[in-house]
């Protein structure tokens, strides 16, 4: 069994650091990372997309060509871990010698580890795993918009013996929001606006599912943010005329129209009168 060992710090790290541990390629753009591995030890790639201070994913498709166990580091105020297992399985302990658990094809894990112990992840040989994570860091200050939903987070998927796990099947709505996610067209800052808007979803939807007074709570915000969404995808794909046009503006009476409703006049009038001054 290959033994390995994640530190969870900066984005960039975790990246360098599997990269050192399984070999291979790795790009990055902006916020983006791609990790092509082709080794001795794996094939497949990891993906990931990072938010300065925010939520992180990453998405992995690999086939390992021995057992593999990845530690992965413990601190004080560690994020909390959303798995998302769409192909294969994937094992859990807290420590080598802890109670193992399997997170298989269509089922959620959510883990938040802040003990003196690290979690481990292992990996079988031979049989392609599919999983997406996301990573939602929990320092935030009360000034910060995150504030609030980081204080729900904290409530429902955190233990005071610093040590919390939940696996169960996958919630269909989030099913979805991730298919959304994988096939997300556009590019550049839209692309990042709906990545936002798209885990921020998921993550009400996972408080809402485990949170009974919360789920009645966010229902007008979930539906308000899945409208906002939907305008947002739709602009996106419209040119700069068609969105003036949309919003009122590229229609040929809306300026004489504008000057009408605030200054009480007509704009053949206003163009006769500074003819008048030129005069």
């Known amino acids: 069994m290959k033994k390995l060992y994640l530190n969870t710090g900066e984005f960039n790290t975790i990246f360098n650091d599997l990269t050192d541990s399984f070999g291979g390629e790795l790009t990055t753009n902006n916020n983006d990372y791609n990790l092509a ?83 481990v992840l292992y990996f079988e040989s031979f049989k392609r795993i599919q999983f997406s994570l996301i990573v939602m860091p929990l320092a935030v200050t009360l000034k910060e918009e995150s504030f609030e939903l980081i204080s729900h987070l904290k409530k429902v998927f955190t233990s005071e013996s ?47 599912q485990h949170s009974y007074n919360y789920a009645t709570m966010i229902a007008p915000f979930m539906n ?25 503006l590229g229609r040929k009476s809306y300026f004489p129209r504008l000057i009408k409703e605030r200054y009480n006049t007509l704009n053949k009038h206003y163009h006769q009168n500074s003819l008048a001054k030129t005069a």
Not at 162 to 168: F, M, P
Not at 225 to 240: G, P, Y
């Open 37 to 119: 591995i082709k080794s001795k030890w794996a094939k497949g790639k990891i993906t990931g997309t990072h938010f300065e201070k925010e939520i992180s994913y990453m998405h992995f498709d690999l086939t390992f060509h021995n057992e593999v166990s990845l530690s992965i580091e413990s601190f004080q105020g560690a994020p909390i871990f959303f798995a998302y297992c769409e192909e294969g399985s994937l094992t859990h302990s807290f420590g080598a010698n802890g109670e193992k658990k399997s997170l298989k094809k269509q089922q959620t894990g959510i883990l938040n580890n802040t003990s003196t112990i690290n979690s």
């Open 162 to 208: 610093g040590n919390y796990i939940y696996i169960g099947q996958q919630n269909p709505k989030i099913t979805q929001k991730l298919k959304e996610l994988h096939t997300i067209p556009q590019k550049g800052a839209v692309r990042s606006l709906l990545q936002r808007s798209i885990m921020s979803t998921i993550l009400d939807l996972e408080i809402a």
């Open 224 to 248: 308000l943010a899945t409208k906002q969404f939907d305008e947002l995808k739709r602009i996106s794909n419209m040119n700069f005329s068609e969105v003036l046009f949309s919003i009122g």
